[in-house]
């Protein structure tokens, strides 16, 4: 058990390198401690990902803590990931600070930045502890990134300034467990050594019991316990929020009950839009190839954090010709965020905010004209789809919800909007979003997440079965969601010593 405090008690979650499994783990250990009657949360620091959400307060934060968030029963804040980095072309990223955008910076003007943004992070973990029993902080990479410890603000100087012990998660199934797991130890400064209280080795496959002179020799090289091992699994439906995992995931749009294709563009953001899809028996294949495109039921372009930067690809792979010709022979198109902004007639950048172009042609699948500006809009959005044709006519009068994140708005509209904005966490709202042309083949939408309400997602996958004469299928319910959660804590806390993970929290760094 957990001794309680004024002041929440801390264990962060480190790795030997990116897509080790940090997040998944610390998804597993909220659950694991809401199940066992702890107030806790998450908190990383500085996460760098595309795949954003919007908070209640119209803050922009990681999808993984959303993720973790409601692996711990709790609403999201900024407080959770106070810094966001979106990589943009050029080496340059875009800092949102507190869930709102404060600039796009090259990387040497952003850790000159380091202090304060230290600062604004450690205010925001105090926030946390003040308000749970447990807070559960994740790394970022390699706990043992020798060129950035002088300037990190995501690993052991968060582990330090939270007086937080580690466990240190490796990953077998890339190999190289006992270099990574050991090197790491062994790089790390010996005050951020003695912070390392377990270590965890994730994804592992086989029979266990012929790796356990590996797990010997492991504790006995580094002087760390070895908190156990958890198996590698593909059954457990929990959002990814790294893009490794589209590299890794398997191919299920062969023998699905409908074909649906989403563009990997270059700065894909929000690609677990289409979780929901998949779980409902969907074949969602990630493609980047213009001949792997084939001849699917639904073409998706998903959001970007580089509309324009990602039109060109598009042209340059000969995709977007591909496109327009399926669309043409009755291929439906659908495009989200920066995906419907493409699928417009123009796109213009008066301010250079995407591009020095000016002004530059998109696929003129939709008569819309998309002008970027320096604002940002992030909200979360309520409504119903309001004008149900073609691939909405099943979905007529259904009810939507997500979130709104993007720089350019859609000023000119010559196509009908098949969405009714009713309410957002300001209020009562009256607006119109998106647009579907007279065919009802090519839809584009601003909001994120609309395919996790199940009454739209129902509606919507029937009008597509539908327009393909396919028969209707059996609908997958989201509260299943918990279902994925508690899967995911129970595997977890079946590979884990979790006497020794408890023990290690509620001592500290003792």
Do not use: W
């Not at 999808?63 to 999201?76: C, L, N, S, T, Y």
């Not at 340059?316 to 920066?338: F, K, Q, W, Y």
């Not at 309400?453 to 969601?481: C, I, Q, T, W």
Request: aromatic share 6%; hydrophobic share 35%.
């Amino acid at each position: 058990m957990i001794s309680k405090e004024n002041k929440a008690k801390v264990v962060m979650v480190q790795g030997t390198a990116s897509s080790a499994g940090k997040s998944i783990l610390v998804t597993a250990l909220c659950r694991i401690l809401k199940q066992d009657g702890y107030k806790v949360a998450p908190f990383k620091s500085q996460n760098m990902s595309l795949n954003s959400f919007v908070t209640r307060e119209g803050g922009e934060i990681g999808r993984a803590q959303v993720v973790q968030a409601e692996a711990a029963g709790i609403e999201p804040t900024v407080d959770m990931n106070p810094i966001l980095l979106k990589p943009e072309a050029d080496s340059k990223s875009q800092v949102i600070v507190m869930g709102k955008v404060m600039n796009t910076l090259q990387t040497r003007k952003y850790y000159e930045r380091k202090s304060d943004l230290l600062r604004i992070a450690s205010e925001a973990l105090d926030r946390l502890r003040s308000a749970y029993d447990v807070v559960v902080i994740e790394g970022a990479g390699s706990a043992a990134e020798i060129n950035l410890k002088d300037r990190e603000i995501v690993n052991m100087r968060i582990a330090k300034l939270a007086n937080s012990p580690v466990l240190l998660v490796g990953d077998i199934d890339r190999g190289g467990i006992f270099a990574s797991l050991i090197g790491t130890v062994d790089l790390l400064e010996p005050d951020e050594r003695k912070l390392v209280k377990g270590l965890v080795i994730n994804k592992f496959r086989g029979d266990i019991s012929l790796f356990e002179s590996g797990i010997r020799f492991i504790e006995e090289r580094s002087g760390i316990p070895c908190a156990g091992v958890i198996p590698y699994f593909r059954d457990i439906a929990i959002a990814q929020e790294d893009s490794v995992y589209l590299d890794e995931r398997p191919d299920n749009g062969t023998n699905a009950n409908l074909d649906i294709v989403v563009i990997r563009l270059p700065h894909i953001s929000n690609y677990d839009d289409f979780d929901p899809l998949e779980r409902e028996g969907c074949g969602v294949r990630y493609i980047t190839n213009r001949r792997k495109l084939g001849n699917p039921q639904l073409i998706i372009i998903p959001g970007s954090k580089s509309t324009v930067a990602d039109l060109h690809f598009l042209r340059d792979t000969g995709l977007a010709d591909e496109i327009i010709r399926l669309n043409h022979s009755g291929t439906p198109v659908m495009g989200i965020c920066g995906g419907y902004q493409m699928l417009g007639r123009r796109l213009e950048d008066p301010c250079g905010v995407e591009s020095s172009e000016g002004s530059i042609q998109g696929l003129q699948l939709l008569d819309v004209v998309t002008v970027f500006n320096r604002g940002k809009t992030t909200t979360q959005v309520k409504g119903r789809v309001s004008n149900g044709r073609g691939i909405l006519s099943e979905a007529n009068g259904r009810e939507i919800e997500g979130y709104e994140i993007h720089m350019g708005e859609s000023v000119e509209n010559n196509e009908e909007s098949p969405f009714l904005i009713l309410q957002t966490p300001g209020g009562k709202a009256a607006y119109t979003d998106g647009a579907i042309n007279s065919q009802g083949t090519v839809l584009g939408t601003y909001i994120h997440g609309i395919f996790n309400k199940d009454g739209f997602r129902v509606g919507f996958l029937g009008s597509l079965r539908k327009y393909h004469r396919m028969p209707v299928h059996e609908a997958y319910n989201v509260e299943e969601k918990e279902k994925e959660y508690d899967k995911l804590a129970d595997l977890v806390r079946g590979s884990l010593d979790m006497q020794l993970v408890y023990r290690i929290i509620d001592e500290g760094i003792r």
